[in-house]
């Protein structure tokens, strides 16, 4: 069974920076790409950004383009997202997913195969 843990979310100003890590545990992470997706309040849950298992590729979203960098170290087993110039409308419940595939499109267009409890950021304007 895959385990999910995020880490590192908080309160946080409007242009400060933030950087969410994702521990895997359970089975190869090597075997899985994945993603960040987040759920602001009152609202769906949307894609944030995406990551091929070697970490080779990758996607961020509308919303974070140019702003939010998605990585991984697979020697740790482990996922980040490197968010800067954070704005009020980042605020939101962030979750990791795994999807077992190597390419990140598995986990854009279905849904992913387990999910973090996820991590809670807090822009403040």
């Known amino acids: 069974q895959v385990q999910l843990a995020e880490s590192g979310g908080g309160l946080v100003q409007a242009g400060d920076s933030l950087r969410l890590s994702c521990k895997f545990s359970?089975?190869?992470?090597?075997?899985?790409?994945m993603g960040w997706f987040r759920r602001p309040p009152g609202k769906e849950r949307e894609f944030v950004a995406a990551?091929?298992?070697?970490?080779?590729?990758?996607i961020v979203g509308d919303s974070g383009t140019g702003r939010f960098t998605v990585f991984r170290e697979n020697f740790k087993n482990v996922l980040y997202l490197q968010m800067n110039s954070l704005k009020p409308e980042d605020t939101a419940v962030y979750y990791c997913?795994?999807?077992?595939?190597?390419?990140?499109?598995?986990?854009?267009?279905?849904?992913?195969?387990?999910w973090g409890q996820g991590t809670q950021v807090t822009v403040s304007s």
């Open positions: 997913g795994a999807k077992l595939s190597t390419r990140w499109q598995d986990i854009v267009q279905a849904e992913a195969d387990y």
């Open positions: 990551i091929d298992w070697r970490g080779h590729s990758t």
């Open positions: 359970g089975y190869n992470f090597m075997n899985y790409a």
